[in-house]
């Protein structure tokens, strides 16, 4: 194979900054490299001589697909993202994203420090042409039905133009992971009468009304219609976005904890949830993050995937398939034509363009 | 008794507008008058003949602790709030508020549009002095542990001393309904650390850190503390607070749903169903939002309950309670003289204060 083909479609696994280490890290990888076998590179960013026990251990250390990308630093979880970038060159974090940068990768996964990563992949990818700021997209499972969230907490003061922006990249990411080809675009806000909430939304509103030939724009939704399969793609500020969805989580760690105790509680109920273990075990399954696991950080120049810092192997072999697919799919050309696109539909209608 | 003590004390019911008609607040109504003997008066506010002819059905139409005042509008769900104000002058909303404003009584209780009661609310009685705007209070039930989320929508476009506002608000709030007299409050943001957010969360937090000799300001919390029993008091702007109220609910209620369905799919789980049913129970007593039913819409002149539109006699019965106990312990007082005392400390600290 071509050098330039492999490095287009390789993926830097950033194997540090992680709770359960680089070793766990790395099962994630062999995991990935056994099952997906269109994957062409993973260069795992990290200590090398580290590294290479790892792989050792694994039976992977001969792997022709794997590369190692030495890196001595480690960016911790409770670092400040600007500092940790000026003074960890050589992390693996700066590293992984610079690998991307020289063109020596197409993406990146990473479980790391989330404001590093994302004021990294900004600072030195730079964000796609038209866009101000890039959004965090992550996929929120639910019965029957996933719905994906953006922004999930990159850009916590949008406006309502960088709101439009969200729907055009969350329109395209979700074409690219999930099997709809025709996604509904909601608009988060509180009322759903049009013109309802705050200035940005009105904004956000009409220039998606501009773009509805291009998406599937529904209008506004309010966070009662969330998990109700009305929307595919709910659209909101980073702010709003980071909230909702951890508190979405805080609840359903602290409910499923209270259930299980109380399950536990008596005799009697023990014996009834090992009957009906199979209901628990079918919401666990639709539930599990597992398979959409590794968020996006769309609109920049470059592939570049936050995995949850707690992913365990069987998370982090979504994330680098996701990544692939990501690759496969041209997913930053695409967004580079569909905001250009949108843009010029926006910019055609009122010049100059103002959020 | 005096007719001004009763006026004081007295709970105007606006008994349309809710989604099960008025007879169900009628009988919540009569659970209320039954269950708490130091209710002084309430005026079911409403057509006339109408309630008459219901509390007879309820033996209620001797009951010297209630009285009609007649109204003969009904503002619907659907309507816009700022219209229906106009056009609507003798709805049950607009008159319930009318008597507060009057002096007739010192609490409103009603199921109706909230958009409209918030803007009569607001327009009618006014903030509280040093007050910009109003935010709603709810008690969000969690397992051990109740928390308040303020503001859950009043207000959308919150300033940063606004948010300090509301956080005065949810700590005298919180102390009269919960039996925590030193509630901690947490100002939700993304990303703990000092200083992550946006600007007005910012200013927000230099604040709360100013006037946290008078409450017990914890400082920033995340999404997912919200149901760690970190934090009493969960202080956010009205558009957060709503998305993240409402998809809560959306979630809770989609989940429960897709539970009940996998409990019931086969025998087996049916009959484990059974065995564990005191779990389920249990759960759902303690997250059930029946017993602080009722958000108030605090810092305006005047008490003024929101309760859901679908709530039944016995959510009615508590959102009256609530209102009582709001009046016995002097809520709008108490909240005036907390404002005056958080604007004196700001204001002396940066002449003049910005937010």
Same mark, same amino acid.
């Given at each position: 194979?071509?050098?330039?083909?492999?490095?287009?479609y390789?993926?830097a696994?950033?194997?540090?900054?992680?709770d359960?280490?680089?070793?766990?890290?790395?099962?994630?990888v062999?995991?990935?490299?056994?099952e997906?076998k269109?994957?062409?590179?993973?260069?795992l960013?990290?200590?090398?001589r580290?590294?290479?026990?790892?792989?050792?251990?694994?039976?992977?250390?001969?792997d022709?697909?794997?590369?190692?990308?030495?890196?001595s630093?480690?960016?911790?979880?409770?670092?400040?993202?600007?500092?940790?970038l000026?003074q960890?060159?050589?992390?693996?974090?700066?590293?992984?994203?610079?690998?991307?940068?020289?063109?020596?990768?197409?993406?990146?996964?990473?479980?790391?420090?989330?404001?590093?990563?994302?004021?990294?992949?900004?600072?030195?990818?730079?964000?796609?042409?038209g866009?101000?700021?890039p959004?965090l997209?992550?996929?929120?499972?639910?019965?029957k039905?996933?719905f994906l969230?953006?922004?999930?907490?990159a850009?916590?003061?949008?406006?309502?133009?960088?709101l439009?922006?969200?729907?055009i990249?969350?329109?395209?990411?979700?074409?690219?992971?999930?099997?709809?080809?025709?996604?509904?675009?909601?608009?988060?806000?509180?009322g759903?009468?049009?013109?309802?909430?705050?200035?940005? %939304?009105?904004?956000a509103h $009409?220039? /998606?009304?501009?773009?509805?030939h !291009?998406?599937?724009?529904? #209008?506004?939704? =309010? @966070?009662?219609?969330?998990?109700?399969?009305v929307?595919?793609?709910?659209?909101?500020?980073?702010?709003?976005?980071?909230?909702?969805?951890?508190?979405?989580?805080?609840?359903?760690?602290?409910?499923s904890?209270?259930?299980k105790?109380?399950l536990?509680?008596?005799?009697?109920r023990?014996l009834?949830?090992?009957?009906?273990?199979?209901a628990f075990?079918?919401?666990?399954?639709?539930?599990?993050?597992?398979?959409y696991?590794g968020a996006?950080?769309?609109?920049?120049?470059?592939?570049?995937l936050?995995?949850?810092?707690?992913?365990?192997?069987?998370?982090?072999?979504?994330? %680098?398939?996701?990544?692939? $697919?990501? /690759?496969?799919?041209?997913?930053? !050309?695409?967004?580079?034509? #569909?905001?250009a =696109? @949108?843009?010029?539909?926006v910019?055609?209608?009122?010049?100059?363009?103002?959020?």
């Amino acid at each position: 194979m071509a050098n330039a083909q492999r490095s287009r479609y390789s993926i830097a696994v950033d194997t540090m900054g992680g709770d359960r280490g680089a070793a766990e890290v790395v099962r994630g990888v062999a995991l990935a490299l056994k099952e997906f076998k269109d994957i062409d590179e993973i260069i795992l960013v990290g200590p090398k001589r580290m590294l290479e026990q790892m792989l050792k251990k694994v039976d992977l250390n001969k792997d022709r697909r794997l590369t190692i990308h030495h890196a001595s630093q480690v960016v911790e979880m409770s670092e400040k993202p600007i500092q940790a970038l000026k003074q960890k060159k050589d992390s693996s974090l700066v590293r992984s994203i610079e690998l991307v940068k020289e063109g020596r990768a197409g993406a990146v996964v990473s479980l790391g420090n989330t404001g590093a990563l994302m004021a990294g992949a900004t600072l030195k990818l730079r964000p796609v042409k038209g866009i101000e700021r890039p959004a965090l997209a992550t996929v929120i499972p639910s019965h029957k039905h996933h719905f994906l969230l953006i922004d999930a907490g990159a850009n916590p003061e949008t406006t309502g133009l960088q709101l439009a922006h969200n729907a055009i990249l969350g329109n395209i990411y979700y074409k690219s992971i999930l099997p709809n080809k025709n996604p509904r675009i909601g608009l988060l806000t509180i009322g759903s009468e049009e013109g309802k909430g705050t200035e940005r %939304i009105a904004t956000a509103h $009409e220039h /998606l009304k501009k773009i509805s030939h !291009k998406i599937n724009y529904i #209008g506004p939704i =309010e @966070g009662f219609d969330t998990f109700k399969n009305v929307a595919d793609v709910v659209v909101t500020d980073g702010f709003t976005g980071n909230c909702v969805l951890k508190s979405l989580e805080s609840c359903f760690t602290t409910l499923s904890g209270f259930l299980k105790k109380e399950l536990g509680a008596t005799p009697f109920r023990q014996l009834g949830a090992v009957l009906s273990k199979g209901a628990f075990t079918a919401m666990k399954d639709q539930l599990s993050p597992e398979h959409y696991s590794g968020a996006p950080l769309l609109g920049i120049n470059g592939l570049v995937l936050k995995t949850h810092g707690s992913s365990n192997r069987k998370f982090i072999r979504s994330a %680098i398939r996701i990544a692939n $697919e990501g /690759l496969r799919d041209d997913l930053t !050309k695409k967004i580079q034509k #569909g905001i250009a =696109e @949108g843009n010029a539909i926006v910019e055609e209608s009122e010049a100059p363009a103002k959020a």
